[in-house]
């Protein structure tokens, strides 16, 4: 039974990906900041565990890999992120919620890679997979959010470095626009559904190989401008 860790798994895409991979067979190690909130990640069928993890806690992400050091990961799926909607517009920058935005999107899933790369190495399928979004493409910016754009752009360039670093251990790097989804972060009128959107990048993780590793494309499979 291969194994998935996933981030932010009690809501939106990453709740989603836990009941597609759950369903599919897989183990599903969903974290969460608030466990014990995490009701409808807890109550998926299949062999579902829920971790504690802030992903800006550094001690936190060293502490969950140690405990989790006999679990071959097969794929990481750094999916929590914000959007920084305070930090975006020129003038009104708010610079605590800039802050929080670059730790979440970029610093933590530099660490988290990090941190897990062994298990991933372990493991039979040796994947990462990242929530990025297509607002991190420099080739298509033209102004504004100032937090969430250079924090995928970072998050895109982290990844191009894990590509990079780890092709020799076999593992494939997979930085994943997931559409714009209907989710709290997305908006009740997004167009793809979680569903969707997670369906699609599902299909994309699971057939992936080396030969696909760094290369940034959406739920769909269409390939996104740096
Ligand atoms: N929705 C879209 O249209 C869209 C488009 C492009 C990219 N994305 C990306 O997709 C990913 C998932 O977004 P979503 O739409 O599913 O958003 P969402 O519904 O707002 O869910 C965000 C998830 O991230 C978690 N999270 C946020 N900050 C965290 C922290 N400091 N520590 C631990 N967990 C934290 C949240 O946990 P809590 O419940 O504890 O807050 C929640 O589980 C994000 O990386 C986002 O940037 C989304």
């Given at each position: 039974?291969?194994?998935?860790?996933?981030?932010?798994?009690?809501?939106?895409?990453?709740?989603?990906?836990?009941?597609?991979?759950?369903?599919?067979?897989?183990?599903?190690?969903?974290?969460?900041?608030?466990?014990?909130?995490?009701?409808?990640?807890?109550?998926?069928?299949?062999?579902?565990?829920?971790?504690?993890?802030?992903?800006?806690?550094?001690?936190?992400?060293?502490?969950?890999?140690?405990k989790?050091?006999?679990?071959?990961?097969?794929?990481?799926?750094?999916?929590?992120?914000?959007?920084?909607?305070?930090?975006?517009?020129?003038?009104?920058?708010?610079?605590?919620?800039?802050?929080?935005?670059?730790?979440?999107?970029?610093?933590?899933?530099?660490?988290?890679?990090?941190?897990?790369?062994?298990h991933?190495?372990?493991?039979?399928?040796?994947?990462?997979?990242?929530?990025?979004?297509?607002?991190?493409?420099?080739?298509?910016?033209?102004?504004?959010?100032?937090?969430?754009?250079?924090?995928?752009?970072?998050?895109?360039?982290?990844?191009?470095?894990?590509?990079?670093?780890?092709?020799?251990?076999?593992?494939?790097?997979?930085?994943?626009?997931?559409?714009?989804?209907?989710?709290?972060?997305?908006?009740?009128?997004?167009?793809v559904?979680p569903d969707?959107?997670?369906?699609?990048?599902?299909?994309?993780?699971?057939?992936?190989?080396?030969?696909?590793?760094?290369?940034?494309?959406?739920?769909?499979?269409?390939?996104?401008?740096?």
């Amino acid at each position: 039974m291969p194994t998935i860790l996933i981030t932010g798994a009690n809501r939106g895409i990453g709740l989603n990906l836990a009941r597609l991979y759950a369903a599919d067979g897989w183990k599903v190690i969903g974290t969460a900041r608030k466990p014990a909130d995490a009701t409808e990640l807890a109550a998926l069928p299949g062999n579902i565990s829920v971790e504690a993890l802030e992903v800006t806690d550094h001690a936190a992400i060293k502490a969950l890999a140690a405990k989790l050091a006999r679990e071959a990961i097969d794929v990481l799926w750094n999916n929590a992120g914000v959007i920084g909607r305070n930090a975006a517009t020129l003038g009104s920058i708010d610079a605590d919620e800039l802050r929080e935005t670059l730790m979440i999107n970029i610093y933590a899933p530099i660490l988290i890679g990090e941190a897990f790369t062994a298990h991933v190495v372990a493991s039979q399928q040796k994947k990462m997979a990242f929530t990025s979004s297509k607002l991190g493409s420099i080739a298509e910016n033209s102004g504004g959010r100032y937090a969430y754009g250079p924090s995928k752009a970072g998050l895109n360039m982290a990844c191009m470095s894990f590509a990079g670093d780890l092709r020799s251990n076999g593992v494939i790097v997979l930085p994943l626009h997931p559409g714009h989804v209907a989710t709290d972060m997305g908006g009740a009128s997004a167009p793809v559904t979680p569903d969707q959107s997670a369906s699609g990048m599902k299909a994309i993780v699971d057939k992936a190989t080396l030969a696909d590793s760094g290369k940034f494309v959406d739920y769909q499979g269409a390939s996104i401008p740096w």
